[in-house]
């Protein structure tokens, strides 16, 4: 009975061990090696479920046409001029806001030309904060077994105090889902030194023909943050780019211009996933996705981090700011 008693134990033990593991040695190095990695099968087939019903929730319930100022989601481009930054965008990060696709609108009349739930292209900013089935997945509760949950994979990736900024549900709508250019998360969630990370989940199978990910490997470790997406000053509202003058990598010797490795310049390599798949994207790592041709649309929920410990600036310019509560932690009180 006794000995019956320890090996239970042991095996909880173990279990609790691999459980807070977050990532194994082979992800890690992975991660480490390519600037990305995709875990497999992360959210049960009901968790996808849940977070599904919730999206269409929010579109029936939560917005309304009626009264919504028409903001359209855009890039925005090199210059960050046109990248969507009106008062409805600016003021999203502490609520549950959603912008539309570029595609929906009829170029003739301005108009548009498709119904609610097939014209969204993000739902943000704040989902993970508002929304309890979102909450839920960002404390990975209720979802067995427990696999690369957010605070556990943090942990591995060597977070001090990471805090969740922001989250958002993406869209690749049927036939208009927008591309997105080459980027670098750290360029629009900058801290001094970079340290975001961009957990994305699939919701939705995301292939090749409806405008899954791709990334170009490695490219976390040479290619700098050498601009910023800033709030413009002076009340008019709007953001643009500005040149980075902070620390345009994390810290530590496996970062630089000189780190790069020529064979591989320029492949992209395209990321497929399963509903429930989770891709995780190093803040500096050059990442892009093609727009939607298709008739099948891929509903996508990703959230950010980033370091919120002592030694990492987070800047009063950036286009998003903190609520009054400060950005959402997510390792759990008393941790
Ligand atoms: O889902 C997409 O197509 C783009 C998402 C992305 O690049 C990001 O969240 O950084």
């Known amino acids: 009975m006794y000995s019956a008693c320890l090996a239970v134990l042991f095996l909880k033990t173990m279990s609790t061990a691999r459980q807070d593991q977050g990532l194994t040695a082979a992800q890690l190095e992975?991660?480490?090696?390519?600037?990305?990695?995709?875990?497999?099968?992360?959210?049960?087939?009901?968790?996808?479920?849940?977070?599904?019903?919730?999206?269409?929730?929010?579109?029936d319930e939560e917005l309304s046409l009626d009264d919504h100022p028409m903001t359209r989601f855009?890039?925005?481009?090199?210059?960050?001029?046109?990248?969507?930054?009106?008062a409805y965008f600016l003021e999203s990060g502490d609520k549950i806001r959603f912008f539309l696709e570029e595609d929906a609108f009829d170029p003739a009349t301005g108009l548009l030309?498709?119904?609610k739930h097939r014209a969204v292209n993000k739902i943000g900013h704040y989902l993970h904060a508002l929304s309890p089935p979102f909450t839920a997945l960002l404390n990975h509760e209720g979802s067995a077994p427990p696999k690369a949950r957010p605070a556990a994979v943090a942990r591995a990736l060597g977070f001090r105090d990471p805090r969740c900024l922001q989250s958002m549900v993406i869209f690749k709508q049927p036939e208009i889902g927008g591309a997105v250019p080459p980027h670098q998360d750290s360029t629009f969630l900058y801290t001094n030194p970079p340290s975001a990370v961009g957990f994305w989940y699939a919701l939705e199978d995301a292939t090749l023909a409806n405008g899954c990910l791709s990334f170009l490997p490695g490219s976390h470790r040479?290619?700098?943050?050498?601009?910023?997406?800033?709030?413009?000053?002076g009340g008019a509202g709007g953001t643009k780019m500005v040149s980075n003058d902070g620390a345009r990598f994390p810290e530590g010797?496996?970062?630089?211009?000189?780190?790069?490795?020529?064979?591989?310049?320029?492949?992209?390599?395209?990321?497929?996933?399963?509903?429930?798949?989770?891709?995780?994207?190093?803040?500096?790592?050059?990442?892009?996705?093609?727009?939607?041709l298709s008739q099948k649309g891929r509903i996508i929920y990703t959230f950010h981090i980033i370091e919120g410990g002592e030694g990492s600036v987070y800047d009063g310019r950036n286009w998003l700011q903190p609520p009054e509560q400060g950005f959402t932690k997510v390792y759990p009180p008393g941790v």
């Open 253 to 292: 010797a496996e970062y630089g211009e000189d780190k790069k490795s020529e064979p591989e310049q320029g492949q992209y390599v395209p990321g497929e996933v399963k509903a429930g798949d989770l891709v995780l994207i190093h803040g500096n790592l050059l990442h892009k996705s093609e727009k939607n």
């Open 30 to 59: 992975a991660f480490d090696r390519d600037g990305y990695i995709i875990v497999p099968s992360v959210l049960p087939p009901a968790t996808v479920e849940s977070l599904l019903v919730e999206t269409r929730r929010l579109l």
């Open 222 to 233: 040479w290619a700098p943050i050498t601009h910023r997406l800033v709030r413009k000053t």
């Open 74 to 86: 855009s890039t925005g481009g090199a210059t960050g001029e046109d990248h969507v930054g009106d």
């Open 113 to 115: 030309a498709k119904p």
